[in-house]
T-cell receptor, first 115, second 116 residues
């Protein structure tokens, strides 16, 4: 089954304690991205990756890091989480078809609370 | 700059009625894709429908149709015969060609409530 798998689904952590949210897709998609969703703000892109070893900042990259060592995996790293990073996070992957991105497949979301 | 605007924070509809969720977009790209996603209270993002900017006909997927008016830069979602299970947040999104980093730009969403 084609899917994007995020872990964990729920996480409560304390300020400053490093954490990683994993994301894996089994569709051989080139493009992967992380979004955060906050009430009234919709989904905002944090980082994206066009392919292995190619990553770049989205709209709200501060406080986050990513890596893309393999095509299927795109972990999101919070080196020193702060309460303003409490949010719902989504990983997504897409395929480029004739220059246009097809629909994104989303992970189930990770609800992160930083206290 | 690329932008998606959803002006309806909330919409209310009765079961079996049709409802239109508005979406306007701004782009200078000649080619782009438009998407609608549904997010139920459980949180997952569910892809509903896609419209390419060069598609001659409006997209249709079951009870969902996309009313695409290119000159007005609008891509409204029409849900026919609403069901209670349609209650959710709906997001309009755009994929501009050539803007490789911004594969999907989202609007802020519209919450749809369907009552019996």
């Amino acid at each position: 089954e084609a899917q994007v798998t995020q872990n964990p689904r729920y996480l409560i952590t304390v300020t400053g304690k490093k954490l990683t949210v994993t994301c894996s897709q089994n569709m051989n998609h080139e493009y992967m991205s992380w979004y955060r969703q906050d009430p009234g703000l919709g989904l905002r892109q944090i980082y994206y990756s066009m392919n292995v070893e190619v990553t770049d900042k989205g709209d709200v990259p501060e406080g986050y890091k990513v890596s893309r060592k393999e095509k299927r995996n795109f972990p999101l790293i919070l080196e020193s989480p702060s309460p303003n990073q409490t949010s719902l996070y989504f990983c997504a992957s897409s395929l480029s078809l004739r220059g246009l991105w097809t629909e994104a497949f989303f992970g189930q979301g990770t609800r992160l609370t930083v206290v | 700059a690329q932008k998606i605007t959803q002006t309806q924070p909330g919409m209310f509809v009765q079961e079996k009625e049709a409802v239109t969720l508005d979406c306007t977009y701004d782009t200078s790209d000649p080619s782009y894709g438009l998407f609608w996603y549904k997010q139920p209270s459980s949180g997952e993002m569910i892809f509903l429908i896609y419209q390419g900017s060069y598609d001659q006909q409006n997209a249709t997927e079951g009870r969902y149709s996309l009313n695409f008016q290119k000159a007005r830069k609008s891509a409204n979602l029409v849900i026919s015969a609403s069901q209670l299970g349609d209650s959710a947040m709906y997001f309009c999104a755009m994929s501009p060609l050539g803007q490789a980093g911004t594969a999907l730009i989202f609007g802020k969403g519209t919450t749809l409530s369907v009552s019996s």
